[in-house]
């Protein structure tokens, strides 16, 4: 039987990291989606889930390089700061998924594509470094943030993405998300998963 479980434990601390870097807190004075959501505007986790993964995968595809991969696992909910749930209730979670790939040759024209594509979302994009290994960042559209990395570590590309903060407690949902899996289903985002058995007792 698949130890999921066991699996998406290997990958916490990097599904953590991700969130920090593109999570629930507000940055600076900039609005972002879980600012602008009422109780009776926001998504459900689960669809939040589905934006991110579609948004990833589609994303990707404006792009001319192959071997995509889920380098941080599947699609992982986190639990939302009380200050970026704005009235959404205590138990608050957003989904965040990532896939990478060996780095393209034109960094400089993927990441205009990325933008453009962003863009076409309606999404709010700015680019640092657009001469030399660009990084692409939005807000808003399908999703809360997401990022375009051209030089991620070893020599990839990253693209990543967060939902807004969504009513739910993160660790049911994951919970019920490993539960699903180890019933032999297919997750959006789980693509690519390496499913790993659980070693003889």
Not at 58 to 72: F, M, S
Request: net charge negative.
């Amino acid at each position: 039987m698949p130890a999921f479980r066991t699996y998406m434990r290997m990958f916490t601390a990097a599904a953590v990291l991700l969130v920090g870097m593109t999570g629930c807190a507000e940055k600076g004075s900039n609005t972002t989606m879980s600012e602008k959501n009422t109780p009776e505007e926001a998504i459900s986790a689960r669809e939040g889930r589905d934006r991110v993964v579609e948004l990833v995968f589609n994303t990707a595809e404006q792009l001319d390089v192959t071997g995509w991969w889920p380098r941080n696992g599947a699609a992982w909910a986190q639990e939302c700061t009380p200050e970026s749930s704005h009235g959404l209730g205590d138990a608050t979670s957003a989904y965040s998924y990532d896939r990478w790939a060996p780095q393209g040759t034109d960094h400089i024209e993927d990441a205009k594509r990325v933008s453009e594509y962003w863009e076409s979302l309606g999404m709010t994009v700015r680019t640092i470094n657009p001469t030399k290994d660009p990084v692409v960042f939005a807000e808003g559209g399908p999703v809360l943030r997401a990022e375009f990395d051209t030089d991620a570590p070893e020599q990839s590309y990253s693209i990543s993405a967060i939902a807004p903060c969504s009513p739910g407690d993160a660790y049911t949902l994951n919970e019920e998300d490993s539960a699903e899996r180890d019933q032999g289903k297919v997750l959006p985002g789980d693509e690519g998963l390496v499913l790993q058995e659980e070693p003889p007792q």
